[in-house]
């Protein structure tokens, strides 16, 4: 797969504070990147420099392996964390001005228009001003305006704040649909289930440094050494007196355990079965995104 | 091209709002009040008759000359014997009591005394005092002369009043005569010009803050870029006040033409509606140039404050230097028009923020020299480029800031970011 967009040696900085340093960023055609990273941490400043919103002091963007320019945007689709549309016009009227924009035809907008109305079951409010519709409404309509014009990039920035599961769920298949298509998608959010439910890699920033940059599952396994995770009779009380267990919690049921040295399965199970009762389920316990999220952004751990 | 559809869509949702269908009809509306009540309102006076208490102590004042001046003022002198014994005192309190609108009196000696008294109750009319003035002044002047033993006739010849024209010198060495209108005129476009470069402004500074505070930029600008955002907006709006314009001017000739079946069709209003529709079409082409650059000017200044600020009450506060430079012409305004020849005058009418309504009052009211319109537009083209491309660079900047409303010294740093 090519590389589609390219960030090299790019560096912003806000009233001498450096906010973004990013040595080489790649992101290929039709994948769904999680883009995390705390409050702060330069995620929004990447994705304006990407947008071309504001211009990076320092670098280059390539976009499929020419320089970043304002004719590309046609490509790109951006759903901001800071949204909003104008209150006055109404729906139809708001969708094909950002179809316009971004280059498209009358007739083409209106097809598509019609086909995300329905899918978004706004089709009745096609007609009316946008301040009439909810919150959630107004959200599922930035989504089609984000669209409309048929992007290869989708970048989104939070998209599921305010919604409902109904519509969570929608997005989430239009997202995967997209990415069937070949649409390259950078999802940022701190939303960390629905980031490990469809992002293939993650990226994860922090200090406008990239921390991590990795496959999802790969980067599961490299932070899941001696963790395990089992379900059985004995109390956490009589787990607690085992000398090989160094640390132990209790989740949803289940014991996590953390042995004192490097076991493999094989061994921790054998330890295991000997000083318990009735063992009911034995796994390895990888750790979720959030938990790699907070040993990586707060105590600073590494690769 | 991307500014087009900005220009349409701005265009189209300005146009359609309640505002713009309201402020259409009303404004004319308001003007034709304006211009037609004062009439109307006269004519309703003229009905009602004021009595005046006359007493002629020193017999010197024709009954019949008086009777004719009544005729004239819509007044009724009441004049009777037994008026002449009576005090000061009595006098008020019978012309209260009857709701007279006073008394006047010539004492037996005002021809040495040279002078007489007027007890009225509304001395603020000026009209009606000023033709009191013009009367008795010429009726002692006439008594005077007969005791010098003139003869009638040549009494009359004396007094005669003399009828005095103004005429307007033009560039061309013609003169054409001027009841007065080139002060209204001078007065009407400054008017005109003052109030199209407030509400342009803002309207800008509104659509500017609304669209900030419902975070449309960002989606916005992953779009278009600021410049051309920000210039759409600005072309838009003038179109929009430009088509406002132009409904008056297509209903402008019909409404006024109703409103002269209103007035006297030789009136002084009228003289003016007339003088300000016989205006060469130059004027209403360097109108339109100044209007655009005005607009262009201080539009861009309310964009800039606007983009500073995230909300109404923020932007009331941020705008009130840019209005107090538009006010401040209007307050020069009065003095150009006394003046117009004037340093301050020249001056004002070609700096950029000043020219558009100085220079359209100086048109008003004199023939400027061409040179001085020359200068003067180009100094406004200058000053539209200047301020647009400095108030660009802030907009571009503050329209993804929130929070805090900027210090000056940080505006001065978004102007040096690149």
């Given at each position: ?59 280059e963007i390539l976009f499929n392996g020419h320089p970043l320019n304002e004719k590309d945007m046609a490509f790109i689709g951006y759903l901001p964390e800071e949204r909003g549309l104008f209150k006055k016009n109404k729906v139809g009227d708001t969708i094909k ?207 | ?402 929070g805090k409303p900027p210090k000056f010294t940080e505006l001065i740093k978004w102007l040096k970011k690149s």
């Amino acid at each position: 797969m090519s590389e589609f967009l390219t960030l090299q040696n790019i560096s912003k900085s806000f009233a001498e504070k450096e906010v973004v340093n990013i040595e080489h960023l790649t992101f290929k055609q039709s994948e769904i990147i999680g883009f995390l990273g705390p409050n702060g941490a330069g995620k929004t400043t990447t994705i304006r420099m990407i947008m071309q919103i504001i211009q990076p002091d320092q670098g280059e963007i390539l976009f499929n392996g020419h320089p970043l320019n304002e004719k590309d945007m046609a490509f790109i689709g951006y759903l901001p964390e800071e949204r909003g549309l104008f209150k006055k016009n109404k729906v139809g009227d708001t969708i094909k001005f950002f179809g316009k924009l971004k280059g498209k035809s009358n007739s083409y907008i209106n097809k598509k228009m019609d086909e995300y109305l329905e899918l978004f079951q706004l089709t009745d409010y096609k007609n009316k001003k946008i301040e009439e519709l909810s919150r959630g409404m107004q959200q599922k309509l930035q989504f089609i305006i984000t669209i409309i014009h048929d992007p290869q990039l989708i970048i989104l920035d939070e998209p599921f704040t305010g919604l409902d599961p109904i519509n969570v769920e929608i997005l989430l298949n239009i997202i995967k649909e997209e990415r069937q298509k070949g649409k390259t998608i950078i999802f940022s959010t701190h939303m960390m289930e629905k980031a490990e439910q469809i992002c293939k890699n993650i990226i994860l920033i922090n200090k406008g440094k990239i921390l991590i940059n990795e496959n999802i599952k790969t980067l599961r396994d490299k932070f899941s050494t001696n963790e395990y995770e089992i379900e059985c009779d004995s109390s956490i009380e009589e787990l607690e007196k085992l000398n090989f267990i160094k640390h132990i919690y209790k989740k949803n049921h289940k014991y996590i355990i953390v042995f004192d040295e490097k076991l493999d399965s094989k061994e921790a199970l054998k330890k295991l079965i000997d000083a318990t009762t009735n063992i009911k389920s034995f796994n390895l316990h990888r750790p979720s995104l959030y938990d790699i999220f907070l040993k990586v952004v707060e105590k600073g751990e590494q690769l | 091209m991307k500014l087009l559809e900005i220009i349409k869509f701005e265009y189209t949702t300005k146009v359609k709002t309640k505002g713009f269908i309201i402020s259409t009809i009303l404004i004319p509306a308001l003007f034709l009040l304006i211009t037609t009540l004062p009439t109307l309102l006269m004519r309703y006076q003229t009905k009602d008759i004021k009595k005046i208490i006359f007493i002629d102590r020193a017999n010197i004042i024709p009954v019949e000359n008086l009777k004719k001046l009544g005729e004239k003022i819509h007044t009724k002198f009441l004049i009777d014997q037994s008026y002449k014994e009576l005090t000061k005192d009595s006098l008020l309190s019978i012309a209260l009591q009857n709701n007279y609108f006073g008394y006047i009196m010539i004492p037996e000696n005002v021809l040495e005394k040279n002078s007489m008294d007027f007890y009225l109750k509304n001395p603020a009319n000026f009209s009606l005092i000023e033709r009191l003035n013009s009367f008795f002044r010429k009726e002692i002047i006439k008594k005077r002369a007969e005791q010098a033993n003139l003869s009638k006739e040549l009494i009359d010849k004396i007094t005669k009043r003399t009828k005095t024209n103004v005429y307007k010198i033009t560039p061309k060495g013609k003169a054409k005569e001027d009841k007065g209108a080139s002060f209204f005129l001078a007065y009407f476009l400054g008017i005109a010009l003052y109030v199209a470069l407030l509400i342009g402004g803002t309207m800008v500074l509104n659509s500017v803050v609304e669209e900030k505070s419902s975070r449309v930029y960002e989606i916005i600008l992953s779009s278009v870029k600021p410049f051309t955002l920000l210039s759409g907006k600005l072309i838009a709006i003038a179109l929009v006040g430009l088509t406002q314009f132009a409904i008056w001017f297509a209903f402008g000739g019909f409404l006024l033409s109703n409103a002269f079946a209103f007035m006297p069709s030789t009136g002084f209003i009228s003289g003016i509606i007339k003088t300000i529709l016989n205006q060469p079409i130059s004027t209403w082409l360097l109108f339109i140039f100044y209007f655009l650059a005005g607009y262009f000017q201080f539009a861009a200044l309310y964009a800039l404050v606007a983009s500073t600020v995230d909300s109404t009450q923020d932007a009331q506060q941020m705008q009130t230097p840019v209005t107090l430079l538009i006010i401040l012409n209007f307050l020069f305004m009065f003095f150009i028009i006394n003046n117009p020849e004037s340093t301050l005058a020249v001056i004002l009418s070609i700096l950029p923020l000043t020219a558009p309504i100085i220079m359209m009052v100086r048109i008003g009211s004199i023939y400027p020299p061409v040179s001085h319109i020359i200068f003067s537009i180009i100094s406004q083209i200058i000053g539209v480029i200047v301020i647009l491309f400095l108030s660009a660079k802030i907009y571009r900047v503050g329209i993804l800031m929130y929070g805090k409303p900027p210090k000056f010294t940080e505006l001065i740093k978004w102007l040096k970011k690149s």
